[in-house]
């Protein structure tokens, strides 16, 4: 391009190669923003972020550590840990910044402290702070809230240690019902870090308090003369509110005044802090808890504690209280029922005696025999309220114990007209009254049968009774080696009224009869059992 037409150069086109200088403020500027760039990651971080000089005041402080102690972060500045917390949590700071500096290292640990009215627990990385040269000028720290996390880890480990306190409750092996709520009283005051308490039962229709139990150790503490165990709701002081207002009361300086307090007499056992905590069960009011002196306040997490804890006390309470009543019923029908089984027993002894005495000043022989008969049939179920008397069961007696001594009684009504030979081959096992009562019977018709014809003429004979059972089915046998049973008797045709009355018992036990002939006379009867 010619000369007069070349275009002119621009301020840059003519300017010198930029100088030292120029390079510095470049460098400057970079620095800048990168210090720009961290200063607004440090106040975005959700992290408290701090540095402090030397002398432990603070230079550096974002949002998130001003809002620990509750003030804009340029309070901060220049501030020194003395001067924003107590004493102690202040004493705690400096230990660790101080910890920081003269080792030269980082260090990591956890931190709790009292900030304003709420305890903070903190995780702290603290190190050196160090200027360009590599001096130690201060400390530097970033700490993270964990008071969330903590709390939750506590209220995690007081579930733990109420579920594991409930399992020992229901595991208790108390005998009575003061027993269990003694236990339980203690459980409740250790679950709470307390150190007295009290359980009282409330009557919402008398509405008066009755004492259960007091921890141990209170009433050697208090000198409240003839102290009562009954209260009535209108005479009782702070711990019947929980009644009155139907809610947990709880009251963590017990030195204050306060008009509720009537109700508590002189030298009672001194209260620091107190809670109560009414029982409810299907919407009434059954009970009241009391725990007090712990060492730290009460709070609703105390309250919801116990209240849980107690609603399965109570629920185990009133089963075991349902149970010992339960006992006691049968405990009296077991004494009705021996009483009544001693008076028939009485009342069947003197039946005997009297057909006894009859048949004796009687000449017929028919009429004498039938008093026999009748008189063994008596003794029979004479014998079977003796057992039952004796028993500690009254829905079944035992064969060994029934039998043998039934057979006696029956054979004793006899007079000794042959030399008898009795043989008893009886297994021991359970059987229901509703079977025993008429087997009684059927064999003492059996036997008397056997005494009255099988010896006929003979000087000696042998009788023998046999009980055994397989499974679900019992076998009674009744044997003689008399002269037989002819062989045109049987019970479905007979016309006496001993083997009718035999066929008729066994039907009732749903059982079986069997005769064999040969040798004397074998009668068997098979019934399920």
């Known amino acids: 391009m010619p000369d007069g037409t070349r275009k002119p150069r621009s301020a840059e086109d003519t300017a010198p190669p930029p100088a030292d200088g120029s390079a510095e403020q470049g460098r400057e500027s970079e620095a800048a923003v990168q210090r720009s760039l961290l200063s607004s990651i440090i106040e975005l971080s959700s992290s408290a972020i701090f540095a402090k000089d030397l002398a432990g005041r603070y230079v550096v402080a974002n949002a ?4 620990i102690f509750g003030l804009p972060a340029s309070s901060l500045i220049g501030r020194t840990d003395a001067e924003l917390v107590p004493p102690d949590t202040a004493k705690a700071f400096r230990s660790t910044d101080e910890l920081a500096i003269s080792t030269g ?6 931190e709790s402290a009292l900030i304003g009215k709420e305890l903070h627990s903190c995780l702290i990385r603290k190190a050196p702070w160090r200027d360009g040269s590599g001096a130690i000028v201060g400390s530097v720290g970033i700490s993270r809230d964990i008071t969330a996390t903590v709390l939750a880890e506590e209220e995690v480990a007081r579930q733990k240690d109420r579920l594991e306190r409930l399992v020992d409750i229901l595991q208790h092996p108390a005998e009575t019902t003061q027993e269990f709520l003694d236990f339980a009283l203690g459980q409740a005051i250790a679950l709470t870090d307390s150190s007295i308490g009290y359980i009282y039962r409330y009557d919402e229709s008398s509405r008066e308090f009755v004492l259960n139990t007091w921890s141990k150790g209170v009433m050697e503490a ?6 009562s165990t009954r209260y009535e709701l209108d005479r ?3 711990w019947g509110d929980a009644v009155r207002e139907r809610r947990a009361v709880v009251v963590n300086d017990f030195s204050a005044p306060d008009n509720r307090k009537k109700g508590y007499p002189e030298c009672h056992v001194p209260l620091k802090r107190f809670m109560t905590v009414p029982v409810l069960r299907d919407g009434a009011i059954v009970g009241v808890v ?5 060492a730290e306040d009460y709070d609703s997490g105390d309250v919801l504690q116990v209240s849980l804890l107690m609603d399965v006390v109570w629920k185990v309470t009133e089963q075991k209280e349902n149970e010992a009543r339960i006992r006691e019923l049968l405990e009296e029908k077991e004494l009705l029922l021996k009483e009544v089984h001693h008076r028939v027993k009485n009342t069947l002894n003197t039946v005997i005696s009297l057909l006894s005495l009859q048949s004796a000043g009687l000449t017929d022989e028919a ?6 008969d009748m008189e063994s049939r008596v003794r029979s179920m004479s014998v079977l309220y003796d057992k039952l008397y004796r028993s500690a069961s009254f829905d079944s007696v035992s064969t060994g114990e029934y039998l043998p001594a039934m057979v006696d009684e029956i054979l004793a009504v006899f007079p000794a007209r042959v030399r008898l030979t009795v043989e008893k081959r009886i297994e021991d096992f359970p059987l229901g009254v509703d079977k025993v009562q008429p087997l009684g019977i059927l064999i003492g018709e059996l036997l008397t049968n056997a005494m009255k014809y099988a010896f006929a003429g003979r000087s ?3 009788i023998l009774v046999s009980a055994e059972r397989s499974c679900a089915s019992a076998a009674i046998t009744v044997e003689d080696d008399g002269v037989g049973l002819p062989e045109g008797i049987d019970f479905k045709n007979s016309t006496g009224f001993g083997l009718s009355l035999v066929a008729s018992l066994a039907a009732q036990m749903r059982g079986s009869l069997r005769i064999e002939r040969g040798g004397g006379t074998r009668i068997t009867l098979e019934f399920p059992v």
């Open 64 to 67: 998130a550590c001003a809002d």
């Open 367 to 372: 009429a004498t025999s039938a008093l026999l």
């Open 236 to 238: 009782t002081g702070i």
């Open 460 to 462: 000696e004979g042998t």
């Open 222 to 227: 208090c000198s409240v003369r003839n102290p």
């Open 290 to 294: 009391g725990l007090a002196n712990k």
């Open 105 to 110: 290292c980082v260090q990591e640990l956890t």
